[in-house]
């Protein structure tokens, strides 16, 4: 499958942006999603990840409250709703996929955390957030 991120862009602290990722290839699988962002000279971290069937969410702290992910299945499309950004948001963010071969397993929380699980990866998009 291809992922590809938009939405990304310049905006003050305070403000909001919507990013968009977009599934192609191999849709009619079914993925876990999530996103990353990887700061300058910081490694890839985890930020939000939703399950296979849209029914279960997962952040990493800093962003509860503030951050909210979500999917269209019809549309092949995920979605991150970023509010309340702050200068420590900014980062390249990434939308990645992890291909579920057993719908019937169940997850811990930590594994929708790990970069590794994650078999497809965007080519990321850029959030400025200005103090």
């Known amino acids: 499958v291809q992922l590809q991120a938009s939405g990304g862009g310049l905006v003050q602290a305070g403000g909001s942006l919507r990013l968009s990722c977009v599934a192609s290839?191999?849709?009619?699988?079914?993925?876990?999603m999530g996103w990353f962002r990887q700061a300058p000279g910081k490694e890839r971290e985890f930020v939000a990840a939703i399950d296979w069937s849209g029914g279960s969410t997962y952040y990493t702290d800093s962003v509860k409250g503030r951050f909210t992910i979500s999917r269209d299945n019809a549309k092949n499309m995920v979605y991150l709703q970023m509010n309340s950004l702050k200068p420590e948001d900014t980062a390249v963010y990434y939308c990645?996929?992890?291909?579920?071969?057993?719908?019937?397993?169940?997850?811990?929380?930590?594994?929708?955390?790990?970069?590794?699980?994650?078999?497809?990866w965007g080519q990321g998009t850029q959030v400025t957030v200005s103090s």
């Open positions: 290839g191999h849709t009619s699988r079914n993925y876990h």
């Open positions: 990645a996929a992890d291909e579920v071969l057993n719908i019937r397993l169940r997850y811990s929380d930590t594994y929708y955390y790990q970069r590794s699980e994650y078999d497809y």
